[in-house]
T-cell receptor, first 115, second 110 residues
Protein backbone atom coordinates (compact mmCIF):
# COMPACT_ATOMS: atom_id res chain seq x y z
CA UNK A 1 0.00 0.00 0.00
CA UNK A 2 2.31 2.66 -1.38
CA UNK A 3 4.79 2.74 1.48
CA UNK A 4 2.68 2.28 4.64
CA UNK A 5 3.53 -1.03 6.30
CA UNK A 6 1.64 -2.44 9.25
CA UNK A 7 2.64 -5.47 11.28
CA UNK A 8 1.36 -7.91 12.32
CA UNK A 9 -1.56 -8.61 9.98
CA UNK A 10 -3.41 -10.68 12.57
CA UNK A 11 -3.06 -11.17 16.31
CA UNK A 12 -5.02 -12.87 19.08
CA UNK A 13 -4.45 -11.56 22.60
CA UNK A 14 -5.68 -12.74 25.93
CA UNK A 15 -7.36 -10.25 28.25
CA UNK A 16 -4.74 -8.28 30.15
CA UNK A 17 -1.90 -8.90 27.72
CA UNK A 18 -0.11 -6.04 25.98
CA UNK A 19 1.24 -5.58 22.48
CA UNK A 20 2.56 -3.03 20.03
CA UNK A 21 1.12 -2.53 16.57
CA UNK A 22 3.81 -1.35 14.22
CA UNK A 23 3.41 1.21 11.45
CA UNK A 24 6.25 2.31 9.18
CA UNK A 25 6.22 4.65 6.19
CA UNK A 26 8.97 5.27 3.70
CA UNK A 27 7.59 8.49 2.17
CA UNK A 28 8.91 10.94 4.77
CA UNK A 29 5.43 12.27 5.55
CA UNK A 30 4.95 14.19 8.76
CA UNK A 31 1.29 13.45 9.45
CA UNK A 32 0.47 9.94 10.64
CA UNK A 33 -2.72 8.50 12.14
CA UNK A 34 -4.14 5.48 13.91
CA UNK A 35 -7.78 4.55 13.35
CA UNK A 36 -9.81 1.60 14.50
CA UNK A 37 -12.76 0.12 12.64
CA UNK A 38 -15.36 -2.06 14.32
CA UNK A 39 -17.66 -4.29 12.21
CA UNK A 40 -20.18 -2.25 10.23
CA UNK A 41 -18.77 0.99 11.52
CA UNK A 42 -16.68 3.76 10.12
CA UNK A 43 -13.18 4.61 11.23
CA UNK A 44 -12.57 6.23 14.59
CA UNK A 45 -9.41 8.20 15.29
CA UNK A 46 -7.29 6.92 18.17
CA UNK A 47 -4.14 9.08 18.00
CA UNK A 48 -2.33 11.16 15.46
CA UNK A 49 1.06 12.79 15.01
CA UNK A 50 2.10 15.87 13.04
CA UNK A 51 5.80 15.07 13.21
CA UNK A 52 8.54 13.36 15.18
CA UNK A 53 8.11 13.98 18.89
CA UNK A 54 4.55 15.32 18.56
CA UNK A 55 1.44 13.26 19.22
CA UNK A 56 -2.13 14.04 20.16
CA UNK A 57 -5.30 12.22 21.15
CA UNK A 58 -8.14 11.50 18.81
CA UNK A 59 -11.72 10.50 19.53
CA UNK A 60 -11.04 7.13 21.26
CA UNK A 61 -7.57 7.19 22.92
CA UNK A 62 -8.37 5.34 26.16
CA UNK A 63 -6.42 2.11 26.54
CA UNK A 64 -3.79 3.09 23.96
CA UNK A 65 -0.48 4.88 23.85
CA UNK A 66 1.70 6.10 21.00
CA UNK A 67 5.15 7.45 20.42
CA UNK A 68 6.82 9.12 17.44
CA UNK A 69 10.57 9.10 17.89
CA UNK A 70 11.27 9.10 14.13
CA UNK A 71 9.42 10.34 11.05
CA UNK A 72 9.17 6.79 9.72
CA UNK A 73 7.63 4.95 12.67
CA UNK A 74 4.41 5.46 14.60
CA UNK A 75 3.77 2.46 16.89
CA UNK A 76 0.51 1.98 18.79
CA UNK A 77 0.74 0.35 22.20
CA UNK A 78 -2.08 -1.56 23.88
CA UNK A 79 -1.69 -2.06 27.61
CA UNK A 80 -3.97 -4.47 29.47
CA UNK A 81 -5.93 -5.59 26.42
CA UNK A 82 -9.72 -5.76 26.79
CA UNK A 83 -12.38 -7.43 24.59
CA UNK A 84 -13.61 -3.94 23.63
CA UNK A 85 -10.31 -3.46 21.78
CA UNK A 86 -11.16 -6.24 19.35
CA UNK A 87 -11.10 -4.38 16.06
CA UNK A 88 -9.22 -3.73 12.85
CA UNK A 89 -6.54 -1.11 13.24
CA UNK A 90 -5.44 1.08 10.35
CA UNK A 91 -2.42 3.30 10.17
CA UNK A 92 -2.53 6.16 7.68
CA UNK A 93 -0.36 8.98 6.38
CA UNK A 94 -1.44 12.30 4.94
CA UNK A 95 -0.14 12.51 1.41
CA UNK A 96 0.42 15.32 -1.09
CA UNK A 97 3.01 17.13 0.93
CA UNK A 98 1.00 17.10 4.13
CA UNK A 99 -1.26 19.98 3.20
CA UNK A 100 -4.06 20.18 5.72
CA UNK A 101 -6.73 19.33 3.19
CA UNK A 102 -4.98 16.45 1.45
CA UNK A 103 -6.21 12.83 1.59
CA UNK A 104 -5.03 10.04 3.83
CA UNK A 105 -3.41 6.87 2.54
CA UNK A 106 -3.93 3.70 4.55
CA UNK A 107 -1.87 0.66 5.39
CA UNK A 108 -3.30 -2.85 5.05
CA UNK A 109 -4.49 -3.01 8.64
CA UNK A 110 -3.99 -5.24 11.68
CA UNK A 111 -6.88 -7.47 12.74
CA UNK A 112 -6.81 -7.86 16.51
CA UNK A 113 -8.93 -10.19 18.61
CA UNK A 114 -8.92 -10.03 22.41
CA UNK A 115 -10.41 -13.07 24.18
CA UNK B 1 -19.39 16.44 18.45
CA UNK B 2 -18.65 16.83 14.77
CA UNK B 3 -20.43 14.14 12.77
CA UNK B 4 -20.61 12.66 9.32
CA UNK B 5 -23.82 10.82 8.48
CA UNK B 6 -24.41 8.23 5.78
CA UNK B 7 -27.26 5.84 5.05
CA UNK B 8 -25.83 2.41 5.84
CA UNK B 9 -27.78 0.72 3.04
CA UNK B 10 -27.50 -1.69 1.47
CA UNK B 11 -28.07 0.21 -1.74
CA UNK B 12 -28.86 -2.22 -4.53
CA UNK B 13 -28.66 -1.23 -8.19
CA UNK B 14 -28.61 -3.27 -11.41
CA UNK B 15 -25.53 -3.36 -13.59
CA UNK B 16 -25.32 -0.30 -15.83
CA UNK B 17 -27.44 1.90 -13.58
CA UNK B 18 -26.41 5.05 -11.71
CA UNK B 19 -25.65 4.60 -8.00
CA UNK B 20 -26.13 7.66 -5.82
CA UNK B 21 -24.46 7.78 -2.41
CA UNK B 22 -25.12 10.60 0.02
CA UNK B 23 -23.42 12.12 3.03
CA UNK B 24 -24.18 15.02 5.37
CA UNK B 25 -21.80 16.67 7.81
CA UNK B 26 -22.28 18.83 10.88
CA UNK B 27 -19.18 21.07 10.91
CA UNK B 28 -19.98 24.08 8.72
CA UNK B 29 -16.29 25.01 8.71
CA UNK B 30 -15.24 21.83 6.90
CA UNK B 31 -13.34 22.54 3.72
CA UNK B 32 -12.31 19.24 2.18
CA UNK B 33 -14.32 16.12 1.50
CA UNK B 34 -13.33 12.62 0.49
CA UNK B 35 -14.88 9.42 -0.77
CA UNK B 36 -13.18 6.13 -0.02
CA UNK B 37 -14.09 2.67 -1.26
CA UNK B 38 -13.52 -0.32 0.99
CA UNK B 39 -13.82 -3.91 -0.12
CA UNK B 40 -14.54 -6.50 2.54
CA UNK B 41 -11.41 -7.28 4.54
CA UNK B 42 -9.37 -4.58 2.82
CA UNK B 43 -8.22 -1.10 3.68
CA UNK B 44 -10.00 2.05 2.44
CA UNK B 45 -8.81 3.40 -0.90
CA UNK B 46 -9.35 6.96 -2.09
CA UNK B 47 -11.76 7.45 -4.99
CA UNK B 48 -12.44 11.17 -5.09
CA UNK B 49 -11.87 14.37 -3.17
CA UNK B 50 -13.59 17.70 -3.58
CA UNK B 51 -12.96 21.10 -2.08
CA UNK B 52 -15.24 23.50 -3.95
CA UNK B 53 -18.99 23.72 -4.38
CA UNK B 54 -20.28 22.00 -7.49
CA UNK B 55 -19.36 18.85 -9.32
CA UNK B 56 -16.07 17.08 -9.89
CA UNK B 57 -15.88 14.26 -12.40
CA UNK B 58 -13.33 11.47 -12.73
CA UNK B 59 -14.23 8.74 -15.18
CA UNK B 60 -17.46 7.06 -14.05
CA UNK B 61 -17.39 8.89 -10.72
CA UNK B 62 -18.81 12.34 -9.93
CA UNK B 63 -18.54 14.00 -6.54
CA UNK B 64 -21.01 16.78 -5.74
CA UNK B 65 -20.62 19.30 -2.93
CA UNK B 66 -23.17 21.75 -1.52
CA UNK B 67 -21.63 23.57 1.43
CA UNK B 68 -24.76 25.61 2.16
CA UNK B 69 -26.71 22.38 2.69
CA UNK B 70 -23.68 20.60 4.22
CA UNK B 71 -24.15 17.79 1.78
CA UNK B 72 -21.77 15.79 -0.37
CA UNK B 73 -22.65 12.98 -2.75
CA UNK B 74 -20.99 10.44 -5.01
CA UNK B 75 -22.53 9.30 -8.28
CA UNK B 76 -21.30 6.15 -9.97
CA UNK B 77 -22.38 5.88 -13.60
CA UNK B 78 -22.61 2.58 -15.49
CA UNK B 79 -22.30 0.65 -12.22
CA UNK B 80 -20.41 -2.62 -12.42
CA UNK B 81 -20.45 -5.66 -10.10
CA UNK B 82 -16.85 -4.75 -9.22
CA UNK B 83 -18.20 -1.52 -7.70
CA UNK B 84 -19.89 -3.57 -4.97
CA UNK B 85 -18.20 -2.38 -1.78
CA UNK B 86 -18.68 -0.07 1.19
CA UNK B 87 -18.23 3.63 0.42
CA UNK B 88 -16.96 5.85 3.20
CA UNK B 89 -17.50 9.59 3.26
CA UNK B 90 -14.84 11.58 5.13
CA UNK B 91 -14.58 15.22 6.11
CA UNK B 92 -11.44 17.08 7.10
CA UNK B 93 -11.55 18.26 10.71
CA UNK B 94 -9.68 21.53 11.34
CA UNK B 95 -6.62 20.38 9.44
CA UNK B 96 -5.81 17.54 11.79
CA UNK B 97 -7.60 14.38 10.79
CA UNK B 98 -10.49 13.03 8.78
CA UNK B 99 -13.83 12.18 10.37
CA UNK B 100 -15.50 9.23 8.70
CA UNK B 101 -19.11 8.25 8.28
CA UNK B 102 -20.14 4.65 8.94
CA UNK B 103 -20.27 3.91 5.23
CA UNK B 104 -22.88 2.87 2.69
CA UNK B 105 -22.81 -0.67 1.33
CA UNK B 106 -23.41 -0.81 -2.42
CA UNK B 107 -24.45 -3.98 -4.20
CA UNK B 108 -24.45 -4.06 -8.00
CA UNK B 109 -26.25 -7.04 -9.50
CA UNK B 110 -25.41 -8.44 -12.93
Amino acid sequence: NAGVTQTPKFRILKIGQSMTLQCTQDMNHNYMYWYRQDPGMGLKLIYYSVGAGITDKGEVPNGYNVSRSTTEDFPLRLELAAPSQTSVYFCAVRISGGAYNSPLHFGNGTRLTVT
Amino acid sequence: QKEVEQNSGPLSVPEGAIASLNCTYSDRGSQSFFWYRQYSGKSPELIMFIYSNGDKEDGRFTAQLNKASQYVSLLIRDSQPSDSATYLCAVNQAGTALIFGKGTTLSVSS
